[in-house]
């Protein structure tokens, strides 16, 4: 277990080995998320927000034929569910009492394979407290291409045009601290309704990412869940979304990502979005 002290620099609490780029609020680092975590101190984070691979195959299922850059997203299903129990225990220790840990993630083969129960499930195990589970509608129910037996009880499929945003906390369910909320009166009122209704991201050939989320989802918790200030990590970083959206909302930052070529569209957008904050 490593000591955390007082006095320094918040950047500085973070091992300097494998950083693959830094603004003054946040750092990204480049290579696998256990072994990166497992050198951070104790209660260095506020709030965890991500997404892992879903074990979906992708890049060669039916409907994401792009593979991801380095990562294998066809895993047994329950070595694949191992390896995110022990990355998310490790991200239990890095949390104060209080903290949280929001995972966005997508059930497989029309349901048949519940991947978020499963989660639910090693998470509890763990000892993160359920928080809420938050369903989002991608609003794309006319993309529909599946329907197993048409017209027949036999085998219809359910396509499922929705995912899930599991949200969990350490110990207790109220943040321990308090601090400045950017949050407006509108926004609380709609986001705080668990059903969110907003479109998937339009600009994975853009960035050359086959698995983004939209900015509206890190967005909407971010705001519903932190304090301004507060740090932000993303250890399934891929072309950095969360990292982007906590640099605009003032939070710092730290990313982890496997890929090279993620990590480099990461630092583009950063240092877009500051060419036109300053
Ligand atoms: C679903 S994507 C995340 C996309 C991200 N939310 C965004 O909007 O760009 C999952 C990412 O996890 C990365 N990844 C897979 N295994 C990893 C590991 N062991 N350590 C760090 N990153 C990993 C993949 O390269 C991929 O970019």
């Not at 991200?91 to 903290?99: A, E, F, N, S, V």
């Not at 029309?110 to 090693?122: C, E, K, L, Y």
């Not at 006319?142 to 009880?153: L, M, V, Y």
């Not at 705001?223 to 993303?234: A, P």
Request: aromatic share 12%; charged share 25%.
């Amino acid at each position: 277990m490593v000591e955390r002290s007082e006095n320094i620099s918040w950047k500085n609490i973070f091992p300097n080995e494998n950083r693959y780029f830094e603004t003054e609020k946040g750092i990204l680092y480049l290579g696998d998320a256990l072994e990166i975590l497992k050198d951070f101190l104790d209660e260095s984070i506020d709030i965890v927000i991500t997404s892992p691979p879903y074990n979906v195959d992708l890049g060669n299922n039916k409907y994401h034929k792009r593979p991801y850059d380095l990562y294998n997203d066809n895993r047994e299903h329950h070595e694949y569910i191992a390896w995110l129990k022990e990355i998310f225990a490790e991200t239990y220790r890095l949390l104060p009492r209080g903290g949280r840990v929001c995972i966005n993630i997508g059930d497989s083969k029309n349901g048949a394979v519940p991947t978020s129960s499963d989660v639910i499930q090693f998470m509890k195990e763990i000892g993160y407290i359920p928080y809420t589970h938050i369903i989002w509608d991608k609003m794309q129910i006319r993309n529909r291409a599946a329907w197993g037996s048409f017209c027949s009880p036999a085998a219809p499929s359910f396509p499922t045009p929705f995912e899930h945003i599991l949200v969990f906390a350490k110990e207790t369910r109220k943040l321990q601290k308090r601090g400045d909320s950017d949050l407006t009166k509108e926004e609380f009122i709609e986001f705080s309704i668990a059903l969110w209704r907003f479109p998937p991201e339009t600009r994975q050939k853009q960035f050359g990412h086959p698995a983004m989320f939209p900015e509206e989802l890190p967005y909407r918790l971010i705001k519903m869940l932190s304090w301004i200030g507060d740090t932000v990590l993303d250890m399934f970083a891929g072309a950095g979304t969360t990292l982007v959206v906590a640099e605009k909302l003032r939070r710092k930052w730290i990313g982890i990502e496997l890929s090279p070529a993620y990590c480099a569209v990461t630092k583009k957008r950063i240092a877009e979005l500051q060419s036109k904050l300053f």
